[in-house]
């Protein structure tokens, strides 16, 4: 439960405006219990360059759900390596795995959506809402053109799915250029699906190359045309 007041929270909001600001509030708040978590998307590489320069000792986990991609694994080693910082890796319980896929199958995220938000919700969901419990506020790499859901998310906000905790959302208003024109200007390490046609990274399996002009996460679940392209991780409490 958020120590802050819905109010406090507005004020905080009108008071912070660049995201190096909104991660100090953070920091100066809530550490070491604050956390980012970290795809290691484009986004994320850009927070964790502005979170470990305010803080070395700041905390970034990830959800490992064991269908990665190998260029995500590269990634996380290069900015570990970079920054001398530890990554908190989660994994999903492997039981909840096993069951799953006795019954279901390995691949059953194409069978249907019920059976791709099971296993987004066994491999990603339930890992973040066990490593969610142990904090009192969470960073993600939100920006709002992302999807729809997105576009109602503020910078510093009180999650409602998660216990009434903090999230920070500091580059929420940022575009995709302004964030490649940060990873350039920072030389930050990226990942490397980017430079084939990936701006949006999730599993392998679940995640393709876009055409030019198509949405930046079409080609996240490709093979859905009406389902919500949201795993669970970032839910719009106002909808
Ligand atoms: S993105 Fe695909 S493989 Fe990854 S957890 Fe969701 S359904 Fe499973």
């Known amino acids: 439960m958020s120590k802050f007041t819905a109010e ?62 190998q ?13 001398n910082t530890d990554i908190e890796i989660t994994f999903p319980d492997a039981h909840e795995v096993i069951e ?7 691949n059953l995220f194409y069978d249907s ?5 099971l296993c987004c919700g ?5 890992p973040l809402n066990k490593m969610l ?21 503020i910078k510093i906000e009180i999650d409602e799915q998660h216990n009434s905790m903090i999230k920070l959302n500091p580059i929420i208003d940022w575009t995709w ?22 701006p949006s990274i999730g599993c392998e399996p679940c995640t393709r190359a876009v055409k030019p002009g198509e949405d930046l996460r079409a080609g996240r679940w490709w093979w859905e045309n009406d389902s919500e392209k949201e795993c669970g991780l970032h839910m719009d409490h106002k909808k």
């Open 133 to 153: 419990g142990t904090l009192d506020g969470w960073i993600t790499g939100l920006r709002s053109d992302q999807t729809q859901n997105r576009g109602n998310t």
């Open 71 to 83: 260029e995500t694994y590269d990634v996380m080693d290069e900015i570990r390596k970079k920054y």
């Open 100 to 106: 799953m896929v006795q019954v279901n199958g390995m």
């Open 113 to 117: 959506p019920e059976n791709r938000k």
């Open 8 to 69: 406090e929270i507005v004020d905080i909001n009108n008071k912070f405006k660049t995201p190096e600001e909104v991660l100090k509030w953070g920091l100066d708040n809530l550490h070491p219990k604050l956390a980012l978590a970290s795809s290691f998307g484009a986004e994320d590489v850009v927070v964790i360059d502005m979170l470990l320069k305010l803080n070395p000792k700041a905390r970034i986990f990830s959800l490992d759900t064991g269908r990665l991609n």
């Open 122 to 126: 066994i491999r990603k969901v339930h």
């Open 177 to 198: 250029e302004q964030t490649w024109d940060y990873i350039k200007a920072n030389n930050i390490p990226y990942n490397k699906l980017h430079d084939k046609g990936f």
